[in-house]
């Protein structure tokens, strides 16, 4: 079974620039989380779409949103990217959410100068 | 505020030596407790995991101690090896909230050999 794709893997963007990542769950998952690490906040919470629907947000501003498409696919945007936005991105995929397996893709790696 | 508090923040162990981390939680809504591992430049991968019905869970090496009355899980490596060299994440979950994990701030792991 494959495992959690998200591309592209690696980003350099400038200030005030947009950026869309994507994220491809495990064949079977209902659930794509999103996750911002970085070395002085560790890993944050941003949201988690389940069935194409919003299930919870976390403490981010606007200019992040998300969304999930039928195939169970999941696309992140950043707006306005500002500098401390620069960070490792990370998608974990699981069947249903709510506490139970999730597993983790590779992250993307957004650097914003 | 630090929903699930991690110590120690770097641990160095010899190899075949037992390496325990501790975490420490508040919210009792928390019913679910992963431990990922992650290697520099990968994203975290799902060691083990523990609900708070049972006390101890053990795969391979690993082990997870719970005291549920102390609010308090930790993670045993038996016989460490250098390859376990990593830094780690405890975690939690509530029912209500999807799969919006809390996660420590991370414990680096080095065995030398």
């Known amino acids: 079974k494959a495992g959690v794709t998200q591309t592209p893997r690696y980003l350099i963007k400038t200030r005030g620039q947009q950026v869309t990542l994507s994220c491809s769950p495990i064949?079977?998952?209902?659930?794509v989380s999103w996750y911002q690490q970085t070395p002085g906040q560790g890993l944050q919470f941003l949201f988690e779409?389940?069935?194409?629907?919003?299930?919870n947000k976390g403490n981010f501003p606007g200019r992040f949103s998300g969304r999930q498409f039928s195939n169970s696919r999941s696309e992140m945007n950043v707006s306005t990217l500002e500098l401390g936005d620069s960070a490792l991105y990370l998608c974990?995929?699981?069947?249903?959410?709510?506490?139970?397996?999730?597993?983790f893709g590779q992250g993307t790696r957004l650097t914003v100068v | 505020q630090q929903q699930v508090k991690q110590s120690p923040q770097s641990l160095i162990v010899q190899k075949g030596g037992i390496s325990i981390i501790n975490c420490a939680y508040e919210?009792?809504?928390?019913?679910?407790f992963p431990w990922y591992q992650q290697f520099p430049g990968k994203g975290p991968a799902l060691l083990i995991a523990?609900?708070?019905?049972?006390s101890e869970k053990k795969e391979g090496r690993f082990t997870i101690s719970f005291n549920k009355s102390a609010k308090q899980f930790s993670l045993h490596i038996m016989d460490s090896q250098p390859g376990d060299s990593a830094t780690y994440f405890c975690?939690?979950?509530?029912?209500?909230?999807?799969?919006?994990?809390?996660f420590g701030t991370g414990t680096s792991l080095t065995v030398i050999p």
């Open positions: 974990a995929s699981s069947q249903l959410g709510g506490g139970t397996e999730a597993f």
């Open positions: 064949s079977g998952h209902r659930s």
């Open positions: 779409y389940f069935s194409e629907t919003q299930r």
């Open positions: 919210n009792t809504a928390f019913d679910y």
């Open positions: 523990i609900r708070p019905d049972v």
């Open positions: 975690a939690a979950s509530t029912p209500y909230t999807g799969n919006q994990f809390y």
